[in-house]
């Protein structure tokens, strides 16, 4: 056979092969453009589901200390003012004539500023219209607000963004348009990561080129000669799977896109969509919501060495933290700043100085990593609205996140404290799980919520989800019980009644009982009120035994256990388990001077618009027991801080608000309880361990160090002189300040 011949037989083979082939590769491409169509056909990132924090309520006369009013700033987002020019959000703290500058600047006549009350001052910018002065007095009062020239006893700082959820997914993003990021910025991303951006058509093939050769040499895929276009189509329509089969869709996808839409579209998208790291749960995600993350600042404001640092992490978010690895970052900075220099973006002088720029120090407030468990509570709390999410929604919640910070802190650093100390969890390696919740007593707003000691090892939700033992907890509603009924010998229980304090035995349904107190002690007769403020068993138990266990479970679900109650003896001393959000349901509602105050996570909801679809309505609730009887338990409860089991309060844990609470221990210590109140908040820990195993810990060694913890951070928000409501005719039952030692027998 000719060479002719040959190759004539050759293209008859390889011509149809070809057009087979481009056949195929024609409905590949035109299957990939689809892809892009589809993805974007209604826009390029869906609407999002934005949370918002409450923010916190300053009040005069509340405790708060310099520290602790900065640290409330910083949790809402606010920053510490720099310069003299006028931004929102930021506050700074100046001398006493300088406070008084500032408020007479603002005033159009004399105001009642009085600088003898001063000692520290915050001047606070909330908007541009907006400045808010806050002193504080020596003894660290909060003793004056004025909003521009007008006096006020408290003001609510405003609401803020703290999460979002794009397709259900916890993203922190906010989108941009190129011109809305300084040119340094668009600058610094190209010189690094594309410096061919504004010429090439997606790709760079001398790039593809010596990254195959590169690999090929190392018989891997680690290189991979992105251009911007080809990172966004990665972060976008494909996978961060590193196989020349992605690698290869990547390119032509690239190219496709490139075709369609702009450079400034590419690169927008691109600034948007590039992952930034990691904030808890939540993906940062784009340049705008790494700004406010490494700099607490708008993206517009960024600087030189700002700009290069972003265009840093974008490399690598977790090599190049400048909060973990600032030397790595560093150095990397330093690259950047090198082909910006080279590009002829900056000057030898631009360079010097950015190089020597310091790196941002890390916040004292990540809300997202502390807020994981509440923003699971919210989202359970939204499905239960069923409202429609597809157009995008903004949560506004009860959240405070400084008091979300300070439980998470509490819990966390609680938890590890007892486990270093307590020689039976050292020695069977047990690791304590615990859970909080705290709430407003007046408006039933859960201001934050831990359902585990990290969200991060473990999702599950233990202050939502978990059914406990609760033990002693349980024994105020007994008393309530007792309280809207009379004795055997038909006279009004009060708590001033006497009970046997015995070892009895009770029989019921053909079975006999015999409750022992936790000392093994009895002194055979003690007044009702001592009973619980000491939780006894042995009284406890004849007090519900006398009443019917059928009127314990009418009061408990009155107040708002939603579990099926069993009529059993056994219930009287907390033998049964119930939810953590059931038990503060019910202890708010008698915190509450026995009215009803549904508890809430979701205060209102609107669309994107600001159009209101949800607002929770705020109604006096139902009286659902009777105000003396509530004022007679609160006074008890306030006994078990002052000389009963929690008693460690008011000794030598030193609060000095005005307290009640109950421990709750169960009889094999798998469970330590304490709730505590005062009248304007109430907090409820729980500790155990995840498999029911015993813990050797009680209320007031296991949950009560929590509390203690977490509520000497909340509490300076509130003024100490706020008290509980006690009628006049119930004075006589209010024991705090009088001697009740004629009223304890003798042991």
Request: proline fraction near 4%; charged fraction near 20%.
């Amino acid at each position: 056979m000719s060479i002719f011949n040959f190759f004539k037989s050759l293209f008859k083979i390889i011509l149809p092969l070809a057009f087979i082939a481009i056949f195929f590769l024609g409905l590949w491409l035109l299957r990939l453009n689809n892809e892009i169509d589809s993805k974007t056909a209604e826009g390029w990132f869906p609407p999002a589901v934005e949370i918002y924090a409450e923010g916190e309520t300053l009040l005069t006369g509340s405790t708060l200390s310099k520290k602790q009013l900065q640290e409330i700033l910083l949790s809402s987002q606010f920053t510490i003012k720099k310069n003299n020019f006028k931004k929102e959000k930021t506050f700074k703290i100046i001398s006493k004539n300088e406070c008084l500058f500032n408020l007479n600047s603002l005033a159009t006549e004399s105001t009642d500023f009085d600088t003898d009350l001063v000692n520290n001052c915050f001047v606070i910018e909330i908007n541009k219209s907006n400045k808010l002065i806050v002193t504080l007095d020596i003894a660290d009062q909060v003793s004056q607000i004025y909003l521009n020239n007008k006096p006020l006893n408290k003001f609510s700082l405003p609401s803020f963004l703290i999460a979002q959820y794009f397709n259900d997914k916890p993203y922190l993003r906010t989108n941009i348009e190129v011109g809305d990021a300084p040119l340094h910025c668009l600058q610094a991303i190209t010189a690094v990561e594309d410096n061919q951006f504004l010429s090439h058509s997606g790709i760079s093939l001398r790039g593809i080129a010596r990254a195959f050769v590169k690999n090929l040499k190392s018989r891997s895929s680690a290189e991979g000669a992105s251009t911007i276009t080809q990172q966004l189509i990665k972060n976008y329509f494909l996978t961060p799977e590193r196989t020349y089969k992605r690698k290869v869709k990547e390119i032509f996808m690239a190219i496709l896109l490139e075709l369609k839409v702009s450079k400034d579209q590419i690169l927008a998208n691109y600034l948007n969509v590039i992952y930034m790291g990691q904030s808890g749960p939540f993906q940062v995600r784009g340049y705008s919501a790494a700004s406010k993350y490494y700099f607490q600042k708008d993206i517009s404001k960024l600087n030189l060495h700002e700009c290069a640092l972003m265009a840093t992490i974008v490399n690598s978010p977790g090599r190049f933290n400048p909060f973990t690895k600032p030397e790595s970052a560093k150095a990397r900075r330093q690259k950047v700043l090198t082909h910006m220099l080279n590009d002829q973006h900056i000057t030898d002088q631009q360079f010097k100085a950015a190089n020597n720029a310091p790196l941002p120090r890390k916040p004292n407030y990540l809300g997202s990593k502390s807020s994981s468990y509440y923003l699971d509570a919210v989202a359970k709390e939204l499905t239960q609205l069923n409202l429609d999410k597809s157009e995008g929604l903004k949560l506004f919640t009860s959240m405070s996140p400084f008091r979300q910070v300070q439980a998470q802190k509490s819990v966390l650093s609680a938890l590890q404290k007892i486990e270093k100390s307590n020689k039976n969890l050292k020695e069977k390696n047990i690791k304590l799980q615990g859970s909080l919740v705290n709430i407003d007593i007046k408006t039933g707003e859960i201001k934050a919520l831990i359902g585990g000691r990290g969200f991060q090892s473990s999702q599950y939700n233990r202050s939502l989800d978990a059914k406990r033992q609760v033990g002693s907890i349980m024994k105020p509603f007994v008393f309530i019980a007792a309280l809207e009924n009379t004795d055997q010998d038909g006279n009004q229980y009060n708590a001033l009644s006497n009970l046997p304090d015995k070892l009895q035995t009770f029989k019921y349904e053909g079975q006999t009982w015999t409750p022992k107190n936790y000392s093994r002690t009895y002194q055979g007769s003690v007044p009702l009120f001592y009973a619980l403020k000491n939780s006894l068993n042995s009284p406890t138990a004849h007090l519900g035994m006398e009443i019917g266990i059928e009127t314990v479970v009418e009061v408990s679900k009155r107040l708002g256990i939603k579990t099926e109650l069993k009529p059993l003896p056994s219930l009287t001393l907390g033998a049964l388990e119930l939810k953590q959000l059931e038990l503060a349901q019910s202890y708010i509602n008698i915190a509450n001077q026995g009215k009803e105050i549904p508890l809430r996570f979701i205060n209102r909801v609107t669309n994107l618009e600001g159009k209101e679809l949800f607002k929770r309505q705020v109604s006096e609730g139902k009286q659902l027991i009777q105000p003396d009887i509530s004022a007679q338990i609160i006074s008890i409860l306030q006994q078990t801080a002052l000389t009963g089991t929690a008693r460690s309060l008011k000794s030598w844990r030193r609060f000095i608000h005005p307290i009640a609470g109950k421990t709750g221990t169960t009889n094999n210590t798998k469970d330590a309880w304490f709730v505590g109140f005062t009248p304007d908040t109430l907090t409820l820990v729980w500790v155990g361990h995840d498999k029911n195993i015993p813990t050797g810990l009680t209320g007031s060694s296991g949950a009560l160090p929590i509390w203690s913890s977490y509520m000497k951070k909340v509490l300076p928000l509130f003024p100490m002189n706020n008290t509980f409501v006690i009628p006049d005719n119930l004075k006589q039952f209010l024991f705090e300040k009088e001697d009740i030692s004629t009223l304890i027998p003798e042991a």
